[in-house]
């Protein structure tokens, strides 16, 4: 197993392993990366639904796919969804087309977040759909002390209507008012249960409100913190070649995606793991 940094704060790529076959012991050194770097990129990994699955499912019990997942590669991998553009006998055969994706965490409008992402190339572009990850880790180190006092000890409630495309959820209505948002309410400041390390938690920017906190002054805030955690330090953005594997943890990271043309072909597996450290606090 070969490793390398992929930014100083950001980010370890691991490569010269087949996934199928790793021993509990390079398992842990694996882990160990993704606790530490936020983001592992394993190149080179040949798999099948149930084989992504079955790796996946060493972070921990894996997650059912959200209602806006799309349609399943495989009945026999039910867990697994698909990322894709593509459209097979009119009909999308995944989710979030080739649109840019904004900077968010996954499923942070539940109570209850996935711990892990793991995202799988199958099928790549050659220009755009880069995803990017910014480590959360680093960014509340950096906090300005007056940033960081006017967030301590406040929650964002998370906005469950919109997907990280800007797509309206089924059966949800638009967001007239931020404070009357759906969704759930984490701390913006949380301690990670792993590492016990201070991480800023966003969710994403659209709809986001500060708890108890006029509009304006929450819009205000949360603006000079956004701009805070996306600095070009914190960051790293990933050019995919086909069969990357790609593994960041929801809990310190956040990520976004590049628009891509539509002409091409893209579709990616994916397979979220369930955590049941962060809860939301009582609307």
């Known amino acids: 197993m070969q490793t390398r940094n992929l930014t100083p704060v950001t980010g370890v790529e691991i490569s010269g392993i087949d996934v199928r076959q790793v021993s509990d012991a390079d398992f842990a050194a694996i882990e160990k990366f993704w606790l530490d770097r936020c983001l592992i990129v394993i190149k080179d990994q040949h798999l099948s639904p149930s084989e992504l699955c079955d790796f996946s499912r060493r972070f921990g019990e894996l997650e059912k796919p959200p209602a ?22 009119g ?9 840019e994706a904004e900077w968010h965490t ?27 990850y910014a480590n959360m880790y680093a960014a509340a180190e ?4 007056d940033l960081r006092a006017a967030i301590e000890a406040r929650q964002a409630n998370h906005d469950s209507s919109y997907t990280s495309a800007g797509e ?39 709809n986001s409100w ?14 000079a913190l956004w701009a805070h955690c996306t600095r070009d330090e ?7 070649s086909p069969n990357d594997l790609l593994v960041w943890d929801n809990r310190s990271a956040i990520h976004r995606r590049d628009s891509f ?21 009582a609307a």
């Open 234 to 240: 914190f960051c790293y953005s990933h050019r995919w």
């Open 168 to 206: 309206l959820r089924k059966g949800m209505s638009d967001v007239v008012d931020v404070k009357d948002a759906p969704g759930a309410r984490h701390p913006i400041i949380r301690n990670h249960p792993v590492t016990g390390r201070d991480t800023i938690y966003l969710g994403r920017r659209t």
């Open 68 to 89: 806006s997942a799309g349609r399943r590669r495989d009945e026999e991998a039910p867990e697994m969804w698909v990322i894709s553009n593509v459209i097979e006998n």
């Open 210 to 223: 500060i708890v108890g906190m006029e509009v304006p002054e929450s819009d205000s805030l949360l603006d």
């Open 261 to 281: 043309s539509a002409d091409e072909r893209r579709v990616m597996w994916r397979c979220q793991v369930r955590d049941g450290s962060f809860t939301a606090a």
């Open 106 to 132: 996954d499923m942070s409008y539940i109570p209850e977040p996935p711990s892990a992402s793991v995202l799988y190339g199958r099928e790549v572009v050659t220009n755009g759909g880069n995803t990017w």
């Open 142 to 145: 950096a906090l300005p002390a």
């Open 91 to 99: 009909q999308p055969i995944g989710a979030l087309g080739s649109g």
